[in-house]
């Protein structure tokens, strides 16, 4: 108890950060304590089965005991007044693991889908870009002699057939949506079909009649692509990443307007397959979003080499598709002064402009509530606000629609932070744990802050940060693989150890960035994680010698669990 | 990006006096500081931060003109084709000129800012930049455009920017506005980029007339072909077929400093010495050894290092009249002809490398030197004992980690100033080795030993140049046998002791001491010699070493 009133003399503990420390207070030496009272935001969702019965707050321990008593497969029995414990509309990825821990958690839960299972991640999204970038990385290979010669290999020229490609893709969406769809299945989630429509608190209009109640309702309905006005979209030369992923042609030159990730990714997968590719980015930077660093090298990397030109500064004020023998022509605009600038005539337009929330016809003015630039107004636990600044009671928003963090599997965080609340057990997802990958190659990930937000942050807030980096160059595993390209960067405070952010840009970035978003999750320090073994020779050493450059002031804060003998 | 690897750049040795008994440009002959006494404007050049490096952009000055400098301060942040590096300077003084903005790109070695030793010679630094930029054709103009080529302005712009001359018809691109506008791929622009080709005067034969990379590619081809039959093309790269008679063409880089070496030759007092050598034995090891692929110019190297070994007073090197060198190793320089020139690739420790390494390395010196990559290291070995340290170490090992004012605070790093030349004197090879470990552990990034020695050579080889004292490997051959030259002698290369002509290998006619008449391959030799510490008796002895070896060469596959 201690632990807890010092924590609550820290102006930013919040309820779950007390909650944990009660638990800790209880299983651990105080010394523990210290982790959660420095940690801005309060535990991830981590590791839930095993902490369950000591996270949970007492007040809520008996209700929970009750819920376990239910087998996950049985989906829980109805309540007394309402059809549904939880109903989630939409089945992306966050209503997905919402649905799943929901039943874990014994609540008896329906999923409403309008369109097909899956969302924008399986059908349209990161699912299918993987399987084209998983041909594009092959491509890559084949089609660099030297470095193919550095390793001693002969290829004769590698060709591909676009519809095999397209096909590829497909059926790995229609897998990974028959995954969900049977794990849903399984555990005795009720798929409902039909457009959700928000009736008014408990209610929800599934499709043009059917009527269904439920305690809590996640609204989980995700994105679609946002063309910015001016644009034409044809489906067929000016297209959103919807269509590219179907891959129906492979144009000689394409535009990709944006240069954040999807554009990136396409560009991989497009310079592979042989097009060239003109980047129009209204920033003065190409990669906006990304560390300045990492994605400095990133551009030497990924798009300098390539046969890639950029316009960077320039909106695209103006793109008409292709017809009657034209090309696809771009009118561009100086970002700041508005002035016309150029006019690109090219053979297709992806615009990668980010994605819009998609709340169409959910009835949100059934509960007073008013979008913000299309987003679903939440506070930090994902509770709907409504047009008066007021919690609706029992309504949530997650994933794209409320705009956090666009990111499959943030939504499917905020997600299981829900339900965690809805069973009584406070939980308030921290967002910088959660890490993000740009599958190109090489791959780039990222956890927490960039190196500007944290140096913003220190002056704000009157810290030192430093910086470490290391070298793909110097990994045996990355030079056996002839991928000594990368590097990898930490960002932390060298008075208390912690890790503010770590971003990579190298050969399997987006696998080796979890070692980094777990420490931040479970406020691990710097001083003790360098501790930790790596095997040898591979590429988590990368992140083993990042941390082990760090210069630590403080020590290590617990010794390391009873030695075992072996 | 900036901090990744705090190079310091090393102004060179163009240093100007201002004493009056001096003409302006003349070498300052004492060590540096003896020399401080006048003032002196250097010049901050480009630095080669890597060894694919040609060219930097200058990506912001961290200092502008007339601020005050210190030594290890950073001055400017460079963008290479691998990173962004901090450059700082050794020297205290005041940034006088820039002469590359931000923006700017500038090919390396050329000079980027003045720094005046005190704030009364900014303006004379400034007058300089101004006139240098007048009087050479290297050194950049002044603002924006710095550069001495064209590549420092982007093309994309260029292609909008200006319209293309009257006289060639642009592209047929129907939205091309009659030749306004230019439409082509992105590919299409980067090679134009690269091949320097103006895509004002290419037709494009792409989607509507758009140009693709195949018209630059074929404009380039045309370029090459109609300066050959004009007549025009510059002779320095492509001399054989399009040679105007009766024009004076200025000596390229090379040439020149062929011509320097040459005429500094004169200084030294030579003689020569023959001998004819039975080489059946010799091409019967070849024969053998030839699919291992091991070159008869690595037998010969190798058969000349061992002799070398026993005799090191060959070996040596006088550079002052005074005193002479027993070179500490045996860098074998083999004369390779170029077209429009002559280099001379060094196989460094030929005496203790294996043949077998030793024609690998050979071959790839050979075709680097072909293709004209040969990094300064390679072809140009005035400090023989340099080379061998690079080969000491990992290629790509990342040094042991240590902060900038350490580095900083190795004498020799301090010491590498303009005199550069003097490195084997001032210090052994470890101190060396450490130092570069050092060098390339400062940014803590993973700059490969092979760069940071390509960046300290080119200094070298500025230096060197700049001194007319371009200088070769230990030893030189020179083989003109395969054109079927029996005899020949060589110049000697300045600052070496000896070198070899080889002949072709015939078969002769010879009597043998039995009395019998037989047929026997041979070959024959020259070497010409310093007589300051080489003489008669030294060569011939050598030369007899040599014979045996070659007639009974199994030692030399050892």
């Known amino acids: 108890m201690q632990a807890s009133l010092s924590l609550s003399v820290a102006s930013h503990a919040s309820p779950a950060a007390l909650a944990r420390s009660n638990h800790s207070s209880a299983s651990f030496a105080p010394v523990n304590l210290r982790f959660c009272g420095l940690r801005r935001e309060a535990f991830g969702f981590s590791d839930l089965k095993q902490s369950e019965s000591r996270r949970v707050c007492p007040s809520s321990a008996r209700r929970w005991k009750a819920a376990v008593s239910a087998l996950a497969s049985d989906n829980g029995s109805a309540p007394k007044s309402f059809d549904y414990d939880l109903l989630i509309i939409g089945a992306g990825v966050g209503g997905h693991g919402a649905a799943l821990h929901a039943v874990e958690k014994g609540l008896k839960t329906a999923i409403v889908e309008g369109d097909v299972v899956g969302g924008t991640c399986v059908n349209r999204g990161c699912v299918p870009s993987k399987a084209l970038l998983a041909v594009s990385g092959r491509m890559r290979e084949f089609q660099t002699e030297h470095h193919l010669k550095a390793l001693g290999l002969q290829v004769s020229a590698a060709g591909y057939d676009r519809q095999g490609v397209a096909d590829h893709a497909n059926n790995l969406a229609t897998k990974i949506r028959n995954n969900l769809t049977n794990s849903m299945k399984a555990l005795g989630v009720d798929i409902l079909t039909g457009v959700g429509t928000i009736l008014g608190p408990h209610k929800v209009k599934v499709g043009s009649s059917n009527v269904v109640t439920a305690k809590d309702v996640i609204i989980a309905t995700g994105s679609v692509p946002f063309v910015p006005k001016g644009i034409e979209v044809d489906g067929k030369t000016v297209i959103t990443s919807d269509h590219a992923l179907k891959l129906e042609f492979v144009p000689d030159w394409i535009a990709i307007i944006g240069s954040g990730y999807i554009g990136l990714e396409f560009s991989d997968v497009y310079t592979a397959l042989g097009s060239e590719v003109t980047f129009v980015e209204a920033l003065d930077q190409l990669m906006p979003g990304f560390d300045p660093e990492i994605g400095k090298l990133a551009q030497r990397v990924l798009i300098n080499p390539r046969k890639i030109d950029y316009h960077t500064g320039v909106f695209a004020s103006k793109i008409t598709p292709a017809k009657d023998g034209k090309p696809v022509t771009i009118e561009l605009i100086d970002a700041k002064t508005k002035e016309p600038k150029e006019t690109l005539e090219v053979d297709a337009a992806l615009i990668a402009t980010g994605r819009a929330p998609f709340t169409q016809g959910l009835g949100l003015e059934n509960i007073n509530v008013a979008t913000q630039r299309g987003f679903i107004p939440v506070d930090e636990r994902m509770r709907v606000i409504d047009a008066n600044g007021k919690l609706v009671p029992h309504i949530y928003c997650i994933g794209d629609a409320n705009g956090k963090m666009m990111l499959a599997h943030a939504a499917s965080a905020q997600g299981i932070s829900v339900v965690e609340q809805v069973t009584g057990r406070d939980h308030v997802l921290n967002h910088l744990s959660i890490p993000a990958a740009c599958f190109t190659h090489p791959e780039i990930s990222m956890v927490g802050l960039t190196e500007p937000q944290a140096r913003e942050k220190a002056d704000k807030e009157g810290f030192e940060i430093s910086v470490a980096k290391t070298s793909f160059k110097a990994n045996t595993k990355a030079l056996a693989e002839n991928e000594g390209e990368g590097l990898a960067k930490l960002i932390y405070r060298p008075d208390n150890g912690e890790i503010l952010g770590v971003h990579i840009f190298g050969l399997h970035a987006a696998d080796l960035i979890h070692e980094a978003s777990n420490a931040i999750a479970l406020g691990t320090r710097i001083q003790d994680i360098k501790f930790a073994v790596h095997a040898h020779p591979t590429l988590s050493e990368v992140l083993d010698e990042l941390f082990k450059s760090a210069k630590v002031k403080a020590q290590v804060s617990s010794p390391v669990s009873e030695p075992v003998a072996v | ?558």
């Open chain 2, 1 to 558: 990006m900036a901090h990744l690897l705090n190079t310091p750049f090393v102004p060179s040795a163009q240093t100007l006096r201002r004493s009056p008994n001096l003409p302006p440009g003349a070498r300052i002959s004492g060590r540096r500081g003896r020399a401080s006494v006048q003032a002196k404007i250097r010049e901050i050049f480009m630095p080669a931060l890597s060894s694919t490096m040609t060219e930097g952009k200058i990506v912001s000055w961290v200092k502008s003109e007339g601020d005050k400098l210190s030594k290890g301060e950073s001055v400017v942040v460079v963008e290479s084709d691998k990173a962004d590096m901090d450059v700082e300077t050794f020297y205290d003084g005041y940034l006088a000129a820039i002469m590359v903005e931000e923006g700017g790109v500038a090919s390396v070695g050329s000079a980027i800012a003045l720094l005046a030793e005190s704030e009364a010679e900014i303006a004379e630094a400034k007058a300089k930049a101004n006139s240098s930029s007048s009087s050479s054709s290297s050194p950049p103009p002044p603002p924006n455009t710095a550069a001495p080529e064209p590549q420092v302005v982007n093309v994309a712009s260029v292609a909008v920017a200006k319209p293309p001359p009257a006289a060639a018809v642009a592209s047929t691109h129907q939205a091309s506005d009659g030749g306004k506008r230019i439409v082509a791929s992105p590919y299409a622009k980067k090679l134009a980029k690269e091949l320097k080709v103006d895509l004002g005067r290419i037709l494009g034969s792409g989607p509507l007339g758009r140009i693709v990379a195949k018209d630059v590619e074929e404009a380039a081809a045309a370029a090459v072909e109609s300066n050959v039959a004009a007549g025009s093309g510059p002779a320095a790269s492509s001399p054989s077929p399009g040679i105007q008679l009766g024009t004076v063409v200025p000596f390229t880089t090379m040439q020149g400093a062929v011509s320097k070496n040459m005429v500094e030759s004169l200084s030294v007092p030579t003689f020569r010495v023959g001998y004819t050598i039975t080489t059946d034995a010799l091409d019967a090891l070849y024969k053998k050894v030839k699919s291992k692929g091991v070159t008869m110019t690595a037998l010969l190297a190798k058969a000349t290092a061992l002799a070398l070994a026993k005799h090191p007073v060959v070996n040596s090197s006088c550079r002052d009249g005074n005193s002479f060198t027993y070179n500490s190793s045996i860098n074998i320089a083999v004369a390779v002809a170029l077209d429009g020139g002559l280099i001379t690739p060094v196989l460094p420790d030929a005496d203790k490398v294996d043949i077998y390494s030793l024609s690998r390395k050979w071959k790839e010196l050979v075709d680097k030197a072909r293709a004209k990559q040969l990094q300064p290291h390679e072809y140009n070995t005035g400090v023989g004992s340099v080379v061998n340290h690079l080969d000491l170490v990992p290629q790509d090992a990342l040094g042991p980690r240590f902060d900038s004012h350490q580095v900083l605070s190795i004498p020799w790093v301090h010491a590498r100033g303009p005199n550069a030349l003097d490195l084997p004197d001032l210090c052994g090879g470890g101190a060396l080795q450490f130092a570069w470990i050092l060098w390339i552990s400062r940014g803590k990034v993973s700059v490969t030993t092979h760069e940071v020695f390509a960046y300290i050579l080119r200094i070298e080889q500025r230096t060197i140049e700049d001194r007319g004292l371009k200088l070769v490997g230990t030893f030189t051959l020179s083989n003109l046998g395969m054109f079927g030259v029996d005899r020949f002698d060589a110049i000697l290369p300045p600052g070496t002791g000896a070198i070899m002509a080889v002949g072709a290998s015939q078969p002769s006619v010879v009597a043998t001491k039995d009395g019998r008449i037989g047929m026997q391959n041979q070959m024959q030799v020259n070497v010409t010699a310093d007589h300051r510490v080489i003489y008669g008796a030294d060569l011939a002895s050598f030369l007899q070493t040599l014979a045996s070896i070659i007639e009974d060469p199994k030692d030399l596959t050892l």
